[in-house]
């Protein structure tokens, strides 16, 4: 690493997890480059051993983006599982996307999900939502280069969506980068 880039990536605003005790109650709040993300923009859920981030606000989102995925999802937590969620943005990526999911596994790998959907107002296709999934579904168990997982929103049926993981292998590449990866990898399935 050469020595500008160490001492800027030195200097390069911090993003973690603050906890917040009030009347006996705790509640987690984003600090992103030492100011406090407002609940409007950011809503922080606990379990046990889980933490579920919802970011509602793209500026929030892309003010993340040159960080990497093991310092967005907070590698030093508590929390052995941790997905963070970006939806109810316009993503340029792929029109189909209503969410973007940054999830880090209990086991300490890493994944992003890109959660989609079916615009079942406008079908117009020569092929049924069935056989679209089927050729879907083939698609994905083909592209063997990568570790994909399948999820399936409602059992019963397409209605509510599905969204597609990819393992990622490079925990600390930035965002930007293993989105715009995926993200043409995601389109490439759906052809």
């Known amino acids: 690493m050469s020595r500008n880039l ?28 030492g100011n406090e993300v407002s609940d409007e923009d950011c809503t922080i859920r606990s379990g046990e051993q889980s933490l579920w981030i919802y970011i509602k606000n793209f500026d929030v989102y892309e003010r993340m983006w040159l960080y990497s995925l093991s310092q967005v999802l907070f590698s030093n937590t508590i929390f052995p599982d941790i997905e963070m969620s970006v939806s109810h943005i316009d993503f340029e990526f792929i029109d189909e996307t209503s969410s973007l999911i940054l999830h880090k596994t209990n086991h300490g790998n890493y994944e992003i999900g890109f959660d989609l959907g079916l615009d079942f107002d406008d079908w117009k296709q020569v092929w049924s939502v069935q056989e679209y999934v089927r050729e879907l579904r083939k698609n994905i168990e083909a592209a063997t280069e990568y570790v994909i997982r399948w999820q399936q929103s409602d059992p019963d049926g397409l209605f509510n969506g599905y969204t597609i993981y990819f393992s990622v292998t490079d925990p600390e590449a930035n ?4 989105v715009s990866d995926f993200s043409s990898v995601v389109d490439e399935l759906q052809e």
Request: glycine share 0%; net charge positive; aromatic share 6%.
């Open 175 to 178: 965002v930007a980068d293993i």
């Open 6 to 33: 160490a001492k800027w990536s030195k200097n390069l605003p911090m993003i973690e997890i603050k906890t917040i005790h009030k009347n006996s109650k705790e509640r987690y709040v984003l600090v992103i480059d």
